[in-house]
């Protein structure tokens, strides 16, 4: 596997998230409002970025005036600050009671965290971290490893990747970089990765995604069956009241030659999510035009 880095656009840089930081100073509800006021307004200042936001959404709501498409841009950048600040803030201290609250298949977290180690795979839709915190506080704290692509900018990885127990980041590079998960997930522990960003390699499988071919990793499924555990499909996203629903689909159980079609199964939760929540769905590339999959 080749290195892979994550996507290099004017939001992920170190200025936006040190901004930020600065926020955190402010109570939750004006550093939202202006987090929010801000986001809407980089709509107009990243425009190569929104020129993509738009294009994706076209996909996803293909009906609908250019007007209303962008209106839905700018609400996209405004969710995506929002999000943003709420994820610099609980990295510096614990995040508040009740900001994370069970929402959509609930049933399904405690059978799953009785039967020893899990994936919780997601993706860039709302707050995932927050999401995976919160289902690691209901598995008794046990360690999360939280699956990371390096940073286009290190300053971004200094200012989100502080360590502190149980949360570990872990910076793929290469494949022997996996090998640790597999032990870890047999000792019962969590890993949580994002399985929305290809990788550029033999590693992407296309899927049928609204409509058209994409490429995503496989890897997440193989890590799953090396270690015999279950994935969990769960998306956090931010709700009216300003806190962070967790809509949680059914797991998948990966057998050996099964690791496509458990793909395929989680692209289609992603995409009910993805067609329910489209403006927090913070993919600011064109993932249809990415990298040819085998």
């Known amino acids: 596997m080749?290195?892979?880095?994550?996507?290099?656009?004017?939001l992920n840089r170190a200025p936006l998230f040190r901004a930020a930081g600065l926020a955190a100073l402010l109570p939750r509800r004006a550093r939202l409002t202006l987090a929010g006021a801000l986001g809407a307004a980089l709509a107009s200042a990243c425009a190569s970025e929104a020129r993509v936001v738009g294009a994706n959404l076209a996909r996803v709501v293909p009906s609908g005036s250019a007007a209303a498409r962008g209106r839905l841009v700018r609400e996209l950048f405004a969710n995506f600050a929002m999000c943003v600040a709420d994820l610099v803030t609980t990295n510096r201290r614990s995040a508040p009671p009740g900001l994370v609250v069970p929402s959509e298949g609930d049933e399904h977290v405690d059978g799953v965290l009785a039967g020893g180690g899990l994936i919780v795979l997601t993706a860039h839709v709302g707050?995932?971290?927050?999401?995976?915190?919160?289902?690691?506080?209901?598995?008794?704290?046990?360690?999360?490893?939280?699956?990371?692509?390096?940073?286009?900018?290190?300053?971004?990885?200094?200012?989100?990747?502080?360590?502190g127990a149980p949360v570990r980041f872990v910076t793929l590079r290469s494949p022997a970089d996996a090998v640790p998960l597999v032990a870890a997930l047999r000792r019962g522990e969590i890993v949580g990765m994002q399985g929305d960003r290809p990788l550029g390699h033999r590693g992407d499988v296309a899927v049928d995604f609204f409509g058209a071919p994409a490429p995503f990793p496989l890897g997440p499924f193989l890590l799953a069956r090396a270690a015999g555990v279950p994935v969990l499909p769960a998306f956090s996203v931010l709700r009216p009241d300003r806190r962070y629903g967790v809509h949680v689909q059914a797991p998948l159980t990966v057998g050996r030659g099964e690791e496509e079609p458990a793909l395929r199964r989680w692209v289609d939760g992603l995409a009910s999510v993805v067609a329910r929540h489209p403006t927090q769905w913070f993919h600011f590339a064109d993932p249809w035009s990415a990298a040819p999959a085998h």
């Open 2 to 10: 080749g290195r892979v880095t994550s996507r290099a656009h004017w």
């Open 127 to 163: 707050n995932w971290e927050l999401a995976g915190r919160t289902l690691v506080a209901r598995g008794g704290g046990r360690p999360l490893h939280i699956v990371m692509a390096p940073e286009a900018d290190p300053g971004v990885e200094r200012l989100l990747r502080r360590e």
